[in-house]
């Protein structure tokens, strides 16, 4: 039947199923049952590195999904006269919008807005790319630690004996 | 003179007995070696011996941006009608993968999948425009990759005569809405393997629609010298071969470590461990280390030659709709080491008996262990995947099943025309 020892092969008439059944039962004899863990090629790491590094140019919109935030999230010169009281509120709006020249000549509020409006930008930006650093950061954490149990897991085998 | 008036006036007369194909795919040409193109050239050639058939394609020849190469308008590869077309623009990549980080991961609507799908392109309108001015000129389109812009628009445009060959793996594409219609409506399915059948369905419930598992046939191999090949490169002793694209994408740094921890593992228990050959081009580092040596690209005699002096091939990559190096192998009687994670290439290793499959490091070094110490076992696998190749990868099986399946086509479509010419 078989020239190999630790194998039963019948060479005429093989069945490869058979034949993984035994490979697979002397791989976890020669080796403990070394787990299945992601490398950092499967797919799904893959998957998830790529999804968070291709970044794109709209993060501060992924931000407001992510938040759940409806409508602009930033703030701008609009908001200043916007009202959400019904009728009376488009009242008051109407009136803002025709005072807003005489309240220009007194102080500009414009330029605080957009500098706020920068600085909200920036913030956004950098919480959406510490974002996926953190990720990709957790994915690698991950495999590591994952590798590092298969490393210990090896070497308690070795130390007692078992791995050969 | 544009594509559109060469099209018009230079279609082959047609042949009472014969079929008018036309095959659409998204690249075509000699020079084009990518597994889909690859493949509905080597199938053109074979369905053209039989019927009338034209090549509709587009410009680009690389995958990447599409970029136009080729002139438009007509042009003969291998004594084939070729129309192409203008790609319309090239893929931006920045904003693909931008779209397809949404359609893939997160929430979208119908507009965001339709911009992602001409992101994806190769966006080609005028290739579309022609396909639906000559819908009934040609008797049946045979679509080659559902994934792309060509083939999800040309089957759209030609619905009832559209016949497809999906090329599909099990990525998050094909688990997109968009693509359950092209899978419902098509005329009839040309797949790849079981498995590519069996996700297909899972994911459009398409059972109804006609279909077979056919694959594709490969060039037979040239008479080999095993010698020379050693002798060229310098090879002694058993070895693994790879042979492709050297890539992250192919499952290739799974390989290396896999390979340098089985290496090491052999060693300890004085087995002589094969080395790991690489003939392909390289787009990632290749660790130094003396058992490994890799080729570059080689040409096809080498190929063969390295092939038959092989231990075995080894083919790490977590994707594929088929392997057409797998079937070089069995061509040549040498059997297989492939990644379990692969359900395609698993599943043929696996009904074939050709070869062997691994899930882990550990699996891989038995596997290559026990390849290398029981030459028998190698001969035997080898024997089996031959057979296989024999019963189910020759051309005469390959084009005995498109005829099958274009003759059931053929005489539904009369059994469906009758009773309206009879009424009418």
Redesign the interface.
């Given at each position: 039947m078989s020239d190999n020892h630790d194998y039963e092969i019948d060479y005429e008439h093989i069945d490869v199923a058979r034949l993984m059944e035994q490979v697979r039962a002397r791989a976890a004899t020669r080796t403990g049952n070394e787990p299945t863990f992601p490398t950092v090629d499967s797919p799904d790491l893959l998957q998830r590195l790529r999804q968070n590094l291709d970044l794109a140019d709209e993060q501060p919109y992924e931000l407001q999904r992510t938040l759940r935030l409806a409508g602009d999230w930033n703030i701008a010169p609009a908001d200043l006269r916007a009202s959400h009281d019904g009728p009376i509120g488009t009242l008051i709006s109407t009136v803002r919008r025709l005072a807003r020249p005489l309240v220009k000549v007194l102080v500009n509020l414009d330029a605080p807005l957009h500098k706020q409006f920068k600085i909200n930008l920036g913030m956004a930006h950098a919480i959406y790319e510490l974002t996926l650093e953190n990720a990709a950061l957790h994915c690698r954490v991950q495999e590591l630690s994952e590798r590092i149990d298969e490393l210990a897991e090896h070497g308690n085998d070795v130390s007692t004996g078992t791995s050969c | 003179m544009s594509s559109r008036s060469t099209a018009t006036t230079c279609l082959p007369a047609r042949l009472a007995e014969r079929l008018r194909l036309a095959i659409v795919v998204q690249r075509y040409g000699a020079e084009i070696s990518g597994g889909a193109e690859l493949h509905a050239r080597l199938i053109a050639q074979r369905l053209a011996r039989k019927h009338d058939l034209v090549v509709v394609t587009t410009c680009a020849s690389d995958y990447v941006t599409w970029r136009n190469h080729y002139p438009r308008g007509l042009s003969n590869v291998d004594g084939i009608p070729v129309y192409r077309f203008p790609v319309r623009r090239p893929r931006d990549p920045?904003r693909f993968?931008?779209l397809?980080?949404r359609v893939?991961?997160?929430q979208y609507d119908e507009r965001t999948a339709r911009a992602w799908m001409d992101a994806q392109g190769p966006y080609t309108p005028r290739m579309l425009r022609w396909i639906e001015h000559h819908r009934d000129t040609f008797d049946y389109f045979i679509c080659f990759s559902y994934r792309y812009w060509t083939t999800w628009r040309a089957m759209q445009a030609v619905e009832g005569k559209g016949v497809l060959v999906p090329t599909a793996e099990p990525d998050?594409a094909i688990e997109l809405p968009l693509y359950r219609a092209v899978f419902r409506s098509a005329r009839a399915i040309m797949y790849n393997s079981h498995e590519e059948r069996a996700l297909i369905r899972r994911h459009s419930g398409n059972e109804s629609v006609p279909d077979v598992v056919v694959g594709v046939g490969i060039v037979e191999p040239p008479p080999v010298d095993t010698a020379r090949f050693r002798a060229t490169r310098g090879v002694d002793g058993p070895f693994l071969l790879y042979i492709g694209r050297i890539d992250?994408n192919k499952?290739?740094?799974?390989l290396f470590?896999f390979y340098l921890r089985a290496y090491e593992?052999l060693q300890e228990?004085s087995v002589r461990p094969p080395r790991l050959v690489l003939a392909g081009s390289s787009m990632m580092p290749i660790p130094k280390h003396p058992a490994i040596v890799h080729l570059g690209r080689v040409s096809e005699q080498e190929k063969y030659d390295a092939l038959a002096a092989s231990t075995a091939l080894v083919m790490p990559s977590?994707?594929e709709s088929l392997s057409m190096v797998l079937l070089e192998a069995w061509a040549l009687s040498r059997p297989v080491v492939v990644n379990a994670?692969c359900d395609v290439i698993r599943g043929q290793?696996?009904r074939s008996?050709?070869?062997?499959?691994y899930?882990?490091?550990?699996?891989f070094?038995?596997?290559v262990r026990?390849l290398a110490?029981?030459p028998?076992?190698g001969v035997?696998?080898g024997e089996?995947g031959h057979a296989y190749y024999q019963a189910n990868y020759t051309w005469p099986t390959i084009d005995d099943k498109y005829e099958t399946m274009l003759t059931r086509l053929q005489a539904d479509d009369s059994a469906r025309r009758g009773p309206r010419q009879s009424t009418s």
């Open positions: - | 920045q993968g931008r397809q980080e893939f991961h997160r998050p992250h499952g290739c740094a799974q470590d593992r228990e977590f994707y994670h290793t696996q008996n050709g070869g062997v499959w899930r882990n490091s550990a699996e070094a038995e596997c026990l110490e029981d028998r076992l035997s696998l089996r």
